[in-house]
């Protein structure tokens, strides 16, 4: 079974794996600016195990459904009407 722990470097702390990344984030931010694309790819990350991210998913018929309405029939892909030769 994989170890649910770990220690931070040579701190000996150990802490749970879920906190890990924000620890991590933490430091980096403590010696340095913030980084708001690291803490962006976290919180999305943890958006995604969660599964809120299935939220946003589009079914094929929907998506064709938006095709047909104003503003998207404009920026939708239309068949090349020229003949092959």
């Known amino acids: 079974m994989l170890s649910l722990f770990y220690r931070l470097w040579c701190i000996p702390i150990r802490m749970k794996s879920k906190y890990f990344p924000w ?27 969660y599964g809120w991210l299935r939220l946003l998913d589009l079914s094929v018929q929907r998506a064709k459904n938006w095709e047909t309405r104003w503003p998207f029939k404009i920026f939708a892909q239309k068949p090349c009407k020229k003949e092959l030769k």
């Open 23 to 49: 620890v991590l984030l933490a430091i980096f931010c403590l010696f340095s600016d913030l980084y708001v694309d690291l803490f962006a790819g976290l919180t999305v990350g943890y958006i995604n195990l």
